[in-house]
């Protein structure tokens, strides 16, 4: 059974860390790239990073750019989004989704359609 299950995440300050995981199962992995989303309260989703499946090379949301670090480890299944530096607007629901290429289309990688499959999510609140 296809699954992505993500952690990591919690309450932080401004200015926190976190380390966010996505583990997959069901599938080969490295076959595929990941991409994070967030989705804030009232908001639409919006596409976080992107990663591809050799992990070679990943896009950024201009709002994450040099905070937001993705990677994975195709051995053990998993992605991880290091998020830095983080700011009260960053404040969501991160979930993690596959889509069907190996590549991070550089005009689609942060559109929602082009994942088939999605974890649960999990909360990143960040608060004084």
């Known amino acids: 059974q296809l699954q992505l299950v993500e952690s990591g995440g919690g309450l932080v300050q401004p200015g926190g860390s976190l380390r966010l995981s996505c583990a997959a199962s069901?599938?080969?992995?490295?076959?595929?790239?990941i991409g994070w989303f967030r989705q804030a309260p009232g908001k639409e989703r919006e596409g976080v990073s992107c990663?591809?499946?050799?992990?070679?090379?990943?896009n950024y949301a201009d709002s994450v750019k040099g905070r937001f670090t993705i990677s994975r480890d195709n051995a053990k299944n998993t992605v991880h989004l290091q998020v830095n530096s983080l700011k009260p607007e960053d404040t969501a629901v991160y979930y993690c989704?596959?889509?069907?290429?190996?590549?991070?289309?550089?005009?689609?990688?942060?559109?929602?359609?082009?994942?088939?499959?999605w974890g649960q999510g999990t909360q990143v609140t960040v608060s004084s």
């Open positions: 990663i591809s499946s050799s992990g070679v090379s990943a």
């Open positions: 989704a596959r889509a069907s290429s190996r590549v991070c289309f550089e005009s689609s990688w942060y559109r929602a359609i082009r994942y088939n499959y």
């Open positions: 069901g599938f080969t992995s490295d076959h595929y790239t």
